[in-house]
């Protein structure tokens, strides 16, 4: 099963596997692998720690090590965790159901456009999700040991990933306060719950004696844990996290299907009443996505559907055995839901959303690499004006987009104000790199409520970036390339100076600085 999985998955991202790093990959992951690879250390160096564990970035530099550093050999190892972490799926959902549920559950998780955009991008929320699908399914095992171990490597590929043995911890406790058998039967001994604590709080230990910091440097921890416990944001996190987890980019068909089929009565065969996850095996379950729709909530700067990972697979396992138990033809809604995910792989849905969740991604690599391939080409040593990422993927040759560092002056984006007070200090560069940031719909829901609008600027850093004929008009400049891609674009924009690049000198590569309004 495993080969096959690993086969069809390969197969259906090998159009993705040559793409440069994309976003968080460049900004963090890549990075830090890459400084685990030169010189060793678990913590990175060529950027700041961000205290996430170090298990994906030691396997990313291990693949490296044995197979060369270069992107294809990135992202086809994250392919074999992609395919591990579907096999957890299977045999989990083979365990509490049956081969049909298995298998159904296993293709729709696998092709939910989630799933599948990271299923080749280096960072760690799949693998620590895949890893957590082998803890439970020990769990319902009731191999205490083996499940220990999973959850173990589970946190120390992502923090988060405590949440699941907290939950199933929290379970065991209330189940028979609920009046409801925990199965298998449990005790005292349900502390064995608590041991991946341990790996994850020696970690901690070893970055704060490194670096003077327990969760990651001071701004990493203000705009993730700090700076999300205002109760109104989390209020509309939590609305936000029930949307990811059972509605978010054509999850919802699978929901509503699940909803009206709970209408019918289970079909009876001949071997009697087709039968349903047991119910502790369903609380299990249910306690663990609840734990991460409430803590994802409270927690993360950004509320990335990424995050949700770890839930969104026991959603689908339950709603198929639903379906299953109670349709004659599920069958067919499964297909049905399923050629929803594919839609939503490629058609970006009418509301905002990260581009990181479906193939938007890839249209955002294209747009990028095209720009930067004129930038060097036509401008090599100009001062370019741009904001993260494309600064750090002008400046790092080795995330894939330039073959020599560039000169980088960098704004926060491209709203208005940033940009009109990079104008201010247009004589120090030459030339600017601007872009869309977010994907922005056509006719976007909730567009006319200014509310909303006020409140996902206020908590969830919203912002409308100027397009790209605006940003020249305000820099005083000449639009000289653009490009744009199912509501993403990039434009590059001159500056109107005298410049000599046979006489400029370029200045050493380092660090982009950064313009202060």
């Given at each position: 099963m495993f080969t096959l999985l690993l086969v069809a998955m390969f197969a259906l991202h090998v159009p993705l596997l040559r793409l440069p790093y994309f976003w968080d990959e460049a900004g963090y992951y890549v990075p830090a692998a890459r400084d685990l690879l030169l010189t060793g250390s678990f913590i990175p160096h060529s950027t700041p720690s961000n205290a996430h564990p170090p298990l994906v970035m030691a396997y990313l530099a291990l693949c490296w090590k044995l197979l060369g550093y270069a992107p294809v050999v990135t992202r086809t190892a994250m392919v074999v965790v992609a395919a591990f972490s579907l096999l957890g799926v299977f045999q989990l959902a083979r365990r509490v159901s049956n081969l049909?549920?298995?298998?159904?559950s296993t293709i729709s998780t696998a092709l939910y456009p989630i799933f599948f955009a990271q299923s080749s991008l280096a960072q760690v929320d799949l693998a620590a999700a895949g890893l957590t699908f082998w803890a439970l399914h020990s769990y319902v095992d009731g191999k205490r040991i083996r499940?220990?171990?999973?959850?173990?490597l589970a946190v120390l590929a992502k923090e988060t990933a405590l949440l699941a043995p907290l939950a199933l911890f929290a379970w065991e406790v209330l189940g028979p306060v609920l009046k409801i058998k925990v199965a298998p039967a449990r005790s005292w001994r349900s502390l064995w719950l608590l041991l991946p604590c341990i790996p994850l709080g020696l970690w901690y230990a070893y970055h704060f004696a490194k670096t003077g910091f327990v969760f990651g440097n001071?701004?990493?921890?203000?705009?993730?844990?700090?700076?999300?416990?205002?109760?109104?944001?989390?209020?509309?996190?939590?609305?936000?996290?029930?949307?990811?987890?059972?509605?978010?980019?054509?999850?919802?068909?699978?929901?509503?299907?699940?909803?009206?089929?709970?209408?019918r009565a289970p079909i009876r065969d001949a071997g009697g009443e087709r039968p349903r996850i047991a119910?502790?095996?369903?609380?299990?379950?249910?306690?663990?996505?609840?734990?991460?729709?409430?803590a994802m909530a409270m927690i993360g700067g950004a509320v990335l559907a990424r995050y949700m990972l770890p839930a969104v697979p026991l959603v689908i396992i339950v709603a198929v055995s639903t379906l299953r138990r109670r349709l004659r033809f599920w069958k067919a809604v499964v297909a049905i839901v399923v050629a929803g995910f594919v839609v939503g792989l490629f058609v970006n849905p009418p509301y905002g959303f990260t581009l990181e969740d479906n193939l938007a991604y890839?249209?955002?690599i294209v747009l990028h690499q095209h720009a930067e391939d004129f930038l060097e080409a036509r401008f090599p040593v100009s001062r370019v004006l741009t904001a993260w990422p494309a600064s750090d993927e002008l400046t790092r040759p080795y995330l894939g987009y330039v073959t020599r560092p560039m000169r980088v002056f960098r704004i926060e984006d491209f709203t208005v104000e940033q940009v009109m007070s990079a104008a201010d200090a247009r004589s120090n560069f030459d030339v600017a790199l601007v872009f869309s940031t977010k994907y922005e719909p056509v006719h976007p829901m909730l567009e006319r409520w200014y509310t909303w609008q006020r409140w996902k600027a206020k908590y969830f850093g919203y912002h409308r970036d100027v397009p790209a004929e605006a940003a020249a008009q305000i820099l005083g400049g000449q639009l000289v390339y653009s490009e744009s891609r199912q509501g993403q674009w990039v434009g590059v924009i001159e500056m109107q100076q005298e410049y000599?690049?046979?006489?400029?000198p370029m200045d050493p590569p380092g660090k982009p600085q950064r313009l202060k309004p």
């Open positions: 049909e549920v298995a298998l159904a499940c220990a171990l999973w959850f173990s001071p701004e990493f921890f203000r705009y993730n844990v700090q700076g999300t416990l205002e109760p109104l944001r989390i209020v509309l996190a939590f609305f936000l996290r029930l949307w990811q987890t059972f509605g978010y980019l054509n999850l919802s068909m699978l929901t509503i299907a699940t909803l009206l089929a709970m209408w119910l502790p095996e369903q609380f299990a379950f249910y306690f663990v996505i609840a734990a991460y729709v409430v890839r249209d955002y000599d690049a046979r006489v400029k």
